[in-house]
């Protein structure tokens, strides 16, 4: 308890506090620039690279803001806790496919650690814009729903211009021919690609629309009377989205926000309810059911690509298992256990441990990060994802900005994960070279999505300037 109220009472140095006063709103400014940079994807490969760059450089000078906000021991206690995370950034950077991917030693070396210090810097900077008292939440959830929607009403009126309204059921079955190859019309749209607009599929394509179709969660939270502005406004940024993906149609898209919506619906009531009679204890449990569940599946996944147990157990699921979703999944991890789709080859540790140089792609990103970058990514992924859920828990239930924006930033990283876990696509480009940006651990919207967990990181320990009652522990 001494060493509690130490950290507590703790009070910011002379010059911290004339630094804090004189900077604040310059650090804020140009961290929602960088993030709204991010969002946008403007630049295209180059410019997210000098975005990344600026959100190390704005992540490490602005520090006495989260100095001030926590105090050193808390920034020391909660930096080790996140050693999975930065050991996860370096693993992502450095793996057997993307050290492979570059032709020479010194740019794999210098462009990987780019991307690994990116991802630290954008998780950072996020951390960092929750503790600069000057910067509301209401203008970072701005910045982001702007961004996204000022990206997705450009790319959507170009796309539906050149496309028409209501394409993919118009011209379902219908190709056209480019160069020779056959390209399907319903499984592409256009994106915003640098400054330039380019043909890739659907599935990509859409994700800024759906992300921006789920901010709408925050409605539950916002009363139309009492808030009618913030409500109009959060309205017509889910509307964009939704709009978009109505008159595309995207019809599997569609189905799995509805499905977003549902699930944060139920989180909203057990936080809305938390504390009250058994709700905590049910929803403990069925976190803990669905993890279990999670957890056999990917036994059983590794089992059939190492030895087909299950086809051999049940010859009539072998079909399935070796088509569709599915078996694009057992294909990944066949091919990093033995760097071979053969499953009668040898186990291949190197592969395994660092990932399949050559890459084994599905539509699940988690199983895209298990072959481009091995089992030790794959783990820590498993880790953050339990890791980060308990954060948002404490998030939603401890943080006490408006609810409604918590929402908000909840569903979109659910919706993200939501998506990709369904729609991954590492090779988008229809008719371009493959650009290696786009992929998913490449993508700007990657990096985003840790800018929203350091957004919502809620450290254990309290805050300087909290209260007793506003900086107690939730366990």
């Known amino acids: 308890m001494e060493e509690e109220k130490q950290v507590v009472n703790e009070a910011p140095k002379k010059s911290d506090e004339g630094f804090l006063k004189r900077y604040d709103t310059v650090f804020a400014f140009l961290g929602l620039e960088v993030i709204a940079l991010m969002l946008f994807g403007l630049g295209g490969a180059t410019g997210q690279t000098i975005v990344k760059v600026l959100s190390v450089a704005l992540g490490l000078l602005a520090y006495p803001f989260v100095k001030a906000e926590y105090g050193k021991e808390t920034i020391k206690k909660n930096a080790i806790r996140l050693i999975p995370l930065w050991v996860f950034f370096l693993v992502i950077g450095f793996s057997a496919f993307w050290v492979d991917v570059y032709s020479s030693t010194f740019s794999a070396i210098v462009l990987n650690l780019m991307e690994a210090l990116g991802l630290f810097g954008m998780f950072l900077l996020g951390f960092t814009l929750k503790c600069i008292k000057a910067l509301k939440r209401d203008i970072i959830l701005l910045v982001i729903l702007g961004s996204l929607a000022l990206y997705v009403l450009v790319v959507g009126i170009y796309a539906f211009a050149r496309y028409g309204f209501f394409y993919q059921s118009l011209y379902a079955g219908r190709v056209y021919y480019y160069d020779g190859v056959l390209f399907p019309i319903d499984s592409e749209t256009k994106i915003l690609n640098g400054f330039a607009f380019m043909e890739a599929s659907s599935h990509f394509g859409l994700l800024p629309a759906f992300l921006l179709a789920s901010s709408g969660v925050g409605l539950f939270a916002i009363h139309p009377k009492k808030d009618t502005k913030r409500f109009l406004i959060l309205l017509g940024f889910a509307f964009i989205g939704l709009a978009v993906l109505a008159f595309t149609p995207a019809l599997f898209p569609l189905i799995l926000l509805a499905i977003v919506y549902l699930f944060a619906f139920v989180v909203f009531l057990f936080i809305k309810f938390s504390g009250k009679g058994k709700m905590d204890l049910i929803g403990k449990i069925l976190f803990l059911t669905l993890v ?161 967990l350091g957004l919502t990181y809620q450290p254990k320990e309290k805050a300087l300037n909290a209260t007793p009652a506003e900086g107690a522990e939730h366990e």
Do not use: W
């Open 292 to 452: 279990g569940l999670c957890a056999l599946g990917v036994f059983v996944l590794f089992l059939e690509a190492g030895a087909g147990v299950l086809s051999k157990m049940v010859p009539a699921l072998s079909g399935r298992l070796s088509a569709g979703k599915l078996g694009e999944v057992v294909d990944s991890i066949r091919r990093t256990m033995f760097n071979s789709p053969d499953p009668l080859a040898s186990f291949n540790l190197k592969t395994f441990l660092f990932g399949y140089s050559r890459g084994a792609f599905s539509s699940v990103f988690e199983f895209n990060i298990l072959s481009e970058n091995g089992i030790v990514a794959f783990g820590l992924l498993i880790y953050l994802f339990i890791f980060f859920a308990y954060s948002l828990h404490r998030f939603l239930k401890d943080d006490k900005e408006d609810f409604g924006g918590k929402l908000v930033l909840f569903a979109l990283i659910l919706a993200y994960v939501a998506y990709l876990s369904f729609f991954a696509d590492e090779l988008p480009l229809r008719h371009q070279s493959q650009d290696v940006s786009l992929f998913t651990t490449r993508g700007h919207l990657f990096f985003a999505l840790f800018f929203l």
